[in-house]
């Protein structure tokens, strides 16, 4: 199985980042093939809506995301986004590369590609924020939905840590090796 990392945080070692070593350490232990990509490090431009993926099926944009992302997205049997909550909506630079997206969208709503027939492919969202409210996370989990959607991938699950704020505050976090041992036994 290939599995594929999103990182949305900007943030040199962070939070988000220690989630998603901690579960792709996991997936390497069961001999599956890992790859992470960092948003911020991708020079992505943000998606113009001018609609050409919606008639020929390719982006204009031959920048990062066309040229490095979406091979890896297609070639993904399990894609993992962690990120922190920024304003309860993702960071921008994943942000604009969710918005990319629409490429896949148009393939499979627009021209019909059946481009992933046969194949069953899954996402996780792994998130922290620093506050403790209800509907802290009901923003990423809405987003992150329809954009595996959009790459004909089921959204399986997902970790998500309150009042997580400062750099390495999750390495100390008391419940999240077992968690993470918990969700990588689902794959
Ligand atoms: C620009 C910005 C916006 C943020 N917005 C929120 C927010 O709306 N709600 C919240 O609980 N935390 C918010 N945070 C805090 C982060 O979600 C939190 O510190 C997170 O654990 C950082 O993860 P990271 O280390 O992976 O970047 C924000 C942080 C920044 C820098």
């Not at 113009?48 to 890896?72: H, Q, R, S």
């Not at 997902?158 to 036994?185: Q, T």
């Amino acid at each position: 199985m290939f599995v594929l990392g999103i990182n949305g945080s900007p943030r040199h070692k962070g939070n988000s980042r220690y989630l998603m070593s901690l579960f792709m350490e996991e997936m390497k232990a069961k001999g599956h093939n890992t790859k992470v990509l960092d948003a911020v490090k991708l020079k992505i431009n943000p998606c113009i809506g001018c609609g050409n993926c919606e008639t020929k099926g390719v982006c204009i944009f031959e920048d990062d995301f066309t040229n490095i992302f979406l091979p890896a997205m297609i070639k993904a049997d399990l894609a993992v986004i962690s990120s922190p909550v920024y304003f309860y909506a993702f960071p921008a630079a994943l942000k604009a590369l969710i918005d990319r997206i629409q490429v896949m969208w148009s393939r499979k709503y627009r021209l019909k590609t059946d481009e992933f027939k046969g194949r069953i492919r899954k996402g996780v969202l792994l998130a922290s924020g620093a506050t403790n409210g209800k509907d802290l996370f009901d923003g990423l989990k809405l987003t992150a939905r329809y954009f595996f959607d959009a790459a004909d991938i089921k959204y399986e699950s997902g970790l998500f840590y309150r009042g997580v704020d400062g750099k390495g505050e999750m390495e100390n976090h008391p419940a999240v090796h077992e968690d993470i041992k918990k969700l990588s036994a689902l794959f």
